[in-house]
């Protein structure tokens, strides 16, 4: 498993060096800095999976970082430690109203200490797990439907900003029906997944593919034009096409369908969707396994 990384910000020079000490014995990797300012800096430029805050510092305090720790989308669900010397119920209570997930007085027990960053290291670890679940298809590992069409409207509003080009292929699995009915469901999965992996693998850095439903999968071609696209999605039609499935001892493979279209004179995201969808209709009807543009 990946070290953790735990940035300390306290402006106290001895309970800083003993919180770095301990912690880094436990294996983490440790960041530190000694006033409200550089911790936010330092948040920036190492994204830590944990912050221990000392709520008294001078110049901007713990209460104060937190509440821009938790106003920064990048930073906002960074869990946040307060530290501070102070056993104050109110004190607590504001910390914890701001966003923290909890409170540990100073002078600190160590073992105290380790112990709620364990805690709520562990937390950040599911919550990143959920995150992560959450936008990615659990049997493809390609991101989901909505992943993608968020992506996809970035990738509109951009084009719109740059005055620039991009593309949308869209492919479908010819017949695939009957792979589930001919071999079942398992072996369909396991289609979906290598033919996921594949375009996954094949697709330039910076573009995106996802699931777009059952056996249609949506890739964006940042800057290209709809010929540009045509050319990669022939390749993709081809690597598809080129995978050996194996199934009650016979080896089998599938082709499938593409449209492509691009940005250009299109009035909305929908159009081009919509446009692209055409093309890979077309593509179904005119005999499968090719690559369509819009008329
Ligand atoms: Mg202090």
Same mark, same amino acid.
């Not at 070290?3 to 020079?13: E, G, W």
């Not at 944990?50 to 510092?57: G, H, K, S």
């Not at 446009?275 to 819009?294: H, I, L, Q, W």
């Given at each position: 498993?990946?070290?953790?990384?735990? %940035?300390?910000?306290?402006?106290?020079?001895?309970? %800083?060096?003993?919180?770095?000490?301990?912690?880094?014995?436990?294996?983490?990797?440790?960041?530190?800095?000694?006033?409200?300012?550089?911790?936010?800096?330092?948040?920036?430029?190492?994204?830590?999976?944990?912050? *221990?805050?000392?709520?008294?510092?001078?110049?901007?305090?713990?209460?104060?970082?937190?509440?821009?720790?938790?106003?920064?989308?990048?930073?906002?669900?960074?869990?946040?430690?307060?530290?501070?010397?102070?056993?104050?119920?109110?004190?607590?209570?504001?910390? %914890?109203? *701001?966003?923290?997930?909890?409170?540990?007085?100073?002078?600190?027990?160590?073992?105290?200490?380790?112990?709620?960053?364990?805690?709520? %290291?562990?937390?950040?670890?599911?919550?990143?797990?959920?995150?992560?679940?959450?936008?990615?298809?659990? *049997?493809?590992?390609?991101?989901?439907?909505?992943?993608?069409?968020?992506?996809?409207?970035?990738?509109?509003?951009?084009?719109?900003?740059?005055?620039?080009?991009?593309?949308?292929?869209?492919?479908?699995?010819?017949?695939?029906?009957?792979?589930?009915?001919?071999?079942?469901?398992?072996?369909?999965?396991?289609?979906?997944?290598?033919?996921?992996?594949?375009?996954?693998?094949?697709?330039?850095?910076?573009?995106?593919?996802?699931?777009?439903?059952?056996?249609?999968?949506?890739?964006?071609?940042?800057?290209?034009?709809?010929?540009?696209?045509?050319?990669?999605?022939?390749?993709?039609?081809?690597?598809?096409?080129?995978?050996?499935?194996?199934?009650?001892?016979?080896?089998?493979?599938?082709?499938?369908?593409?449209?492509?279209?691009?940005?250009?004179?299109?009035?909305?995201?929908?159009?081009?969707?919509?446009?692209?969808?055409?093309?890979?209709?077309?593509?179904?009807?005119?005999?499968?396994?090719?690559?369509?543009?819009?008329?």
């Amino acid at each position: 498993m990946k070290s953790m990384k735990v %940035l300390i910000v306290d402006d106290d020079v001895d309970s %800083l060096a003993i919180a770095r000490i301990r912690l880094k014995k436990d294996g983490y990797i440790i960041e530190t800095a000694s006033d409200g300012e550089s911790g936010l800096t330092k948040a920036r430029e190492s994204s830590p999976d944990l912050i *221990l805050l000392d709520v008294q510092m001078p110049g901007k305090t713990g209460f104060e970082v937190c509440e821009e720790l938790k106003a920064d989308p990048d930073l906002s669900n960074i869990p946040v430690i307060f530290l501070s010397a102070a056993d104050n119920v109110r004190e607590k209570v504001k910390g %914890l109203d *701001l966003g923290a997930v909890d409170y540990v007085t100073k002078p600190f027990d160590i073992f105290e200490l380790k112990a709620r960053v364990r805690a709520a %290291l562990r937390t950040k670890r599911l919550q990143d797990l959920l995150l992560m679940y959450g936008e990615v298809d659990s *049997l493809t590992e390609i991101y989901n439907r909505r992943v993608l069409m968020e992506r996809l409207q970035q990738e509109w509003d951009r084009s719109l900003r740059s005055k620039t080009v991009f593309s949308f292929i869209m492919t479908d699995i010819d017949k695939f029906k009957n792979v589930n009915d001919t071999y079942g469901h398992p072996v369909g999965d396991d289609v979906l997944e290598k033919v996921a992996y594949i375009l996954n693998k094949s697709i330039r850095s910076g573009d995106v593919v996802g699931r777009y439903g059952g056996e249609e999968f949506g890739i964006i071609m940042v800057n290209s034009t709809v010929e540009e696209a045509f050319v990669a999605a022939d390749r993709y039609r081809h690597e598809i096409e080129k995978i050996v499935f194996k199934a009650k001892k016979v080896n089998f493979s599938v082709t499938s369908s593409f449209g492509v279209a691009d940005s250009s004179g299109k009035d909305s995201l929908d159009q081009l969707v919509s446009a692209a969808d055409s093309a890979m209709y077309k593509a179904k009807e005119t005999g499968r396994n090719k690559v369509c543009k819009p008329d």
